[in-house]
């Protein structure tokens, strides 16, 4: 598991989710990127954080979840 930093642009705050699954920086901020970046190399506990938010995040896309939530879809048009 590798934890992730990203620009805060576009849909992406949005595949992170809430609380957020990655570190999201401002966009074009390199400086505040690199921060983020080191804080993670050299912070366990953030590193853990991201890492254990990432892997709940995942489970949000999951096949068998976008399943039963299609079907549920379906259900209430019926």
Known sequence: D???VAYRVGGIPDVAGHPPAFALV???DREQLVRQVSALLTDPDLRRTFIEQ???RV???S???ARE???GLYRSLA
Do not use: C, E, N, Y
């Open 2 to 4: 590798v934890p992730t």
């Open 63 to 65: 096949i068998g979840l």
């Open 26 to 28: 401002p966009p074009r």
């Open 59 to 61: 489970q949000s896309f």
């Open 69 to 71: 939530q299609m079907l």
């Open 54 to 56: 990432g892997r709940k």
